[in-house]
């Protein structure tokens, strides 16, 4: 069975640039998340999908953050300009959704490394 | 507000000897802890998680967890560290009693475990 899947796996942008992150997570997971995390951090929530619902975007700063999950499979992340300050990982999870979000396991992709220069 | 503590940055081990990667954890009910590891630019690995139950958790690659109620403690083990075993691992606490109802996953700042050959 194939893992999440995310890419790029690297990329290096240019401040104010747009950037976008793609994820596609394990077949069957009706749960996808994404993570931020930092160097040296855990990885911290961004955003949360029930099938193409975002059920918890309260992390994700809306201002030049987006994302979508359009028919409830892979997702896309975007940043819009970027700033300095969004270098990090960029970490997409799943999970299957079917014992409920309180005992539901996730399994998280590769990563996306972003350099904002 | 759920938390989770590690208060090891670094832990070194010799190849062989048996380990230990703490976690304490801060929430309202009974948690739900997870241990993960990340290898280097690789996402996380799920490697157990205490739900209920039994307090010895087993998991993958010999590792075990330990649920300690009155120490609010959750802290990896192995009997004997391989060098293969290095690398970073995340303690996690999800709070089923969440006020925010979201019942999202946090995560600690994570271990770095080097096994000494």
């Known amino acids: 069975e194939a893992g999440v899947v995310q890419s790029p796996r690297y990329k290096i942008i240019e401040k104010k640039q747009p950037v976008a992150f793609w994820c596609n997570p394990i077949s069957g997971h009706n749960t996808l998340y994404w993570y931020l995390q930092n160097l040296g951090q855990g990885p911290e929530l961004l955003i949360r999908?029930?099938?193409?619902?975002?059920?918890?975007d309260s992390q994700l700063p809306k201002d030049r953050f987006s994302a979508e999950r359009l028919k409830g499979v892979d997702s896309t992340l975007k940043i819009q300009p970027a700033e300095l300050g969004d270098s990090a990982v960029y970490l997409c999870?799943?999970?299957?959704?079917?014992?409920?979000?309180?005992?539901?396991?996730?399994?998280f992709g590769p990563g996306t490394r972003l350099t904002v220069l | 507000a759920q938390s989770v503590a590690q208060p090891e940055d670094q832990v070194n081990v010799a190849e062989g000897n048996p380990l230990t990667v703490k976690c304490t954890y801060s929430?309202?009910?009974?948690?739900?802890l997870f241990w993960y590891v990340q290898y280097p630019n690789r996402g996380l690995q799920f490697l157990l998680k205490?739900?209920?139950?039994?307090?010895l958790v087993k998991g993958s690659y010999g590792f075990e967890a330990e649920f300690n109620k009155s120490q609010t403690s959750f802290h990896l083990k192995k009997p004997s560290a391989l060098v293969s075993d290095s690398a970073l691992y995340f303690c996690a606490v999800r709070d089923p009693l969440d006020q925010t109802g979201a019942n999202n996953l946090f995560f600690g700042t994570g271990t770095r475990l080097t096994v000494i050959p």
């Open positions: 205490y739900i209920t139950g039994d307090n």
């Open positions: 999908y029930e099938n193409e619902e975002a059920v918890d």
């Open positions: 929430v309202s009910g009974n948690p739900y």
């Open positions: 999870a799943s999970s299957s959704g079917t014992g409920g979000v309180l005992l539901d396991t996730q399994y």
